[in-house]
DNA sequence: CTTGAGCTTCCAGTTACTGGAAGCCCTATA
DNA sequence: TATAGGGCTTCCAGTAACTGGAAGCTCAAG
């Protein structure tokens, strides 16, 4: 198989994957003109990093993961651990964006938005210590 | 006021103003012996970025706000513009992360754990089509 | 006069790609 | 057979917003 099969196949762009060879996490062959050649199993990997990615693991959790999903003596509980800590970071993540988010509404909807220039969301930056 | 002043006063690390100066947000006099020289507006400047910044605005998001805040004549419409536009970038990716949070945890909810090394996480990964 | 803290600049690294340029390879068609 | 195109190759640079570290100047205290 060449790059765009797999990338069809994969969902992944053939940037990314020329990109997860570079950094070790497939190792596909070569043809004699010198292209890549993917076997099912790449492509098998590639699905399954493009999943991992997609649930947010960083690229170097993908690659415990992977390696984790080739070791077949490997124990359920590294894996889980990752991804209790991978869901860990992903809640934090959702209470910070909230905060954001309950501040912003707040000023948005205090803001009347229209021709004049005093506004609520630039006092507030400004350090007018009005929390409400 | 010498960098390390305004560090402690604006909350920000020194190492943010020198970049925030060199990316043109702040433009603080210099003394005789080349330090950095900052005065009140300059300090004031920078709390209202470290403040635009935790409310998750990009760096070019705050360089609008500062000139609006600047601006005398400005329209409170622009600035409730980019706020709401924010805000639905804030929504976009709370709503993503509450998705994977929502399929991680039912695959670490399903992982025994343990040291067997049979694992759903796994599976689901490796594309076991077995959407709960 | 020395010591140590604070300041300076500059370079490199971080994350995970992405865009673009220059150029080879392969196939189909005129 | 010549050529046009699309796909493939490598390499370099850029993204966002800093952060770490090295080498070296400045200043205040003892």
Redesign the pocket.
């Known amino acids: 198989m060449?790059?765009?099969?797999v990338a069809e196949r994969s969902g992944l762009?053939?940037?990314?994957i020329?990109?997860y060879e570079d950094i070790g996490l497939v190792r596909p062959q070569r043809s004699?003109?010198?292209?890549?050649a993917f076997r099912e199993s790449d492509l098998h990997k590639l699905a399954f990093l493009g999943r991992a990615?997609a649930l947010g693991f960083?690229?170097?959790d993908c690659r415990t993961l992977l390696d984790l999903y080739e070791d077949e003596g490997r124990e359920s509980a590294q894996v889980k651990a990752i991804a209790e800590e991978h869901l860990a970071v992903i809640d934090d993540k959702i209470a910070q964006l909230q905060s954001m988010r309950g501040t912003l509404a707040h000023l948005v909807r205090s803001c009347h938005g229209d021709d004049r220039p005093d506004c609520p969301i630039l006092s507030d930056l400004s350090g007018s210590g009005s929390r409400s």
Do not use: D, L, Q
């Not at 762009?13 to 990314?16: E, L, S, W």
């Not at 004699?32 to 890549?36: C, F, I, P, S």
């Open positions: 060449n790059i765009g099969e762009p053939p940037k990314t020329r990109y004699g003109n010198g292209y890549r990615r960083s690229i170097e």
